[in-house]
């Protein structure tokens, strides 16, 4: 028996980009919230505490059997906010500066994207069902919101 592959990503229309465009500013206040004033724990950490709550999003993301939306946005939230502290831990802390922070990410996103493509993997969102297929998904979404972080 054939098993039917099902997408675990949402159909991109314009309640996608609403809710997309409310978890980048969420994304942004959380990670001004505990990098800066008021716990001022710093970039460094920041993006580590917050690279770990996209690790387990992610991983209930790519465990999930089919489109779960409170699970699909934690992992949009949580990147969010991880390419914001990283971001501004690549601008401030590492002092790449924007310029500098913006070519790097967008050199590392173009790498994904072109890696993405020798795959053979479906590069349509509303289509994507295997686990490579989504992993990749994933990788270029953080890549975006980190490089767009910067464009700022």
Do not use: C
């Not at 229309?13 to 990098?35: C, N, P, Q, R, Y």
């Amino acid at each position: 028996m054939s098993k039917v592959a099902v997408s675990r990503l949402p159909m991109v229309g314009t309640m996608f980009w609403a809710t997309k465009i409310v978890a980048t500013t969420l994304g942004e206040s959380a990670s001004d919230f505990v990098t800066m004033a008021p716990l001022n724990l710093g970039y460094a950490v920041g993006a580590m505490i917050f690279l770990l709550a996209l690790v387990v999003t992610l991983a209930m993301q790519l465990k999930a059997d089919r489109f779960r939306p409170v699970v699909f946005w934690s992992v949009i939230l949580t990147t969010s906010i991880v390419g914001t502290s990283t971001s501004d831990y690549i601008n401030r802390t590492a002092g790449l500066g924007y310029a500098g922070g913006s070519i790097l990410l967008t050199s590392l996103l173009a790498i994904v994207l072109i890696g993405w493509r020798m795959t053979g993997q479906t590069m349509d969102v509303e289509r994507i069902a295997t686990t490579e297929g989504e992993v990749l998904y994933w990788t270029a979404a953080i890549g975006v919101q980190h490089a767009g972080h910067l464009q700022r």
